[in-house]
Structures are given as structure tokens and as C-alpha cells.
Nanobody
């Protein structure tokens, strides 16, 4: 069983930065592609960033501002968020891909990020 626990969310002013962390339990952390998603009020959950075999991918809306990284020794994946905008306000979820599907994978409970204007 794999468990994911996010932390690092909070309230920040526009232009500020936050770093989200996702601690992953289980010895097989290295085999999973990892990603971050977010869901704003009244909207569907959307892809933010992913790390797969050393390759990273980002949503256009965060490209150049957010950076995903992972520390396999600490079983942790990070999302560094800079130049935050009010439209980045959402609950952010960490996910581990399984059987080539995020839906089939493992998800954390989410952490709230609120960006004030």
C-alpha cells in the first residue's frame, strides 16, 4: 500500500512563493511517476506538473513559475511555486501514477493554497 501526505500549503500574497511537499510511504517510491494536480472551487481537477523517469512536464499555466522535484532518499516529491497568482488558488494534490494511469494511482488528501491579490 502506498500513502501520500501533502504539506506546505497556506495563504500567500500574489507574487509570493510556497513549496509543497509530498511524503510517500512504501519502499517502491522510485518506481512511480509522480505528479501534482489542483482543484479550484467549482472547477475540475487539473494537471499541474509531473516527474517521470527524470522527465518533467508542466501545465502551460504554471510553466516557468513552478518546479517539480523529487528526493528518492527521502521518499518525497516537491512543488516549488514562485510568482504565485490569485488564479493558482486551489487544493493541491500529490499523486503516484499506477498502471499508466493517474486515476488508477494513489492520491493524497490535498493541501490548500490560497493566493491573495
Amino acid at each position: 500500500q502506498v500513502q501520500l501526505v501533502e504539506s506546505g500549503g497556506g495563504l500567500v500574497q500574489a507574487g509570493g512563493s510556497l513549496r509543497l511537499s509530498c511524503a510517500v510511504s512504501g519502499r517502491t517510491f522510485r518506481q512511480y511517476p509522480m505528479g501534482w494536480f489542483r482543484q479550484a472551487p467549482g472547477k475540475e481537477r487539473e494537471f499541474v506538473a509531473s516527474w517521470n523517469g527524470g522527465r518533467t512536464a508542466y501545465a502551460d499555466s504554471v510553466k516557468g513559475r513552478f518546479t517539480i522535484s523529487r528526493d528518492n532518499a527521502k521518499n518525497t516529491v516537491y512543488l516549488q511555486m514562485n510568482s504565485l497568482k490569485p488564479e493558482d488558488t486551489a487544493v493541491y494534490y500529490c499523486a503516484a501514477k499506477y498502471e499508466r494511469s493517474w486515476s488508477n494511482g494513489y492520491w493524497g488528501q490535498g493541501t490548500q493554497v490560497t493566493v491573495s491579490s
